[in-house]
């Protein structure tokens, strides 16, 4: 069983940064990959970035390659993800989530947090 909580989120103009975290509980955290999926008002959940469980392979959803960077550190159980440049278009929900291995999509994941809203101005 893995329990997730995420924070950072905010209010941020364009250009600026966040970094978000996700906080996660549970003996199989380290041997988990992790995702970040944001779902903006009226829109289906989207997938942003993940990460393999031993951080040694990431990637990214084609509009945040260069502006995101997802890490982790499994000693503190612990997955972050740098926005920078944000724009108003990255206004969502963002969620973590754990699996067994890295998937582009929603589909497969088997662990969820609650999410943390980001809102960009223009």
């Known amino acids: 069983q893995v329990q997730l909580i995420e924070s950072g989120g905010g209010l941020v103009q364009a250009g600026g940064s966040l970094r978000l975290s996700c906080a996660g509980s549970g003996r199989t955290f380290s041997n988990t990959a992790m995702g970040w999926f944001r779902q903006a008002p009226g829109k289906e959940r989207d997938f942003v970035a993940a990460?393999?469980?031993?951080?040694?392979?990431?990637f990214y959803k084609d509009s945040v390659k260069g502006r995101f960077t997802i890490s982790r550190d499994n000693a503190k159980k612990l997955v972050y993800l740098q926005m920078d440049s944000l724009k108003p278009e990255d206004t969502a929900v963002y969620s973590c989530a754990a699996g067994p291995i890295m998937r582009n999509t929603a589909k497969g994941w088997d662990y969820w947090g609650q999410g943390t809203q980001v809102t960009v101005s223009s």
């Open positions: 990460i393999s469980w031993t951080g040694g392979s990431t």
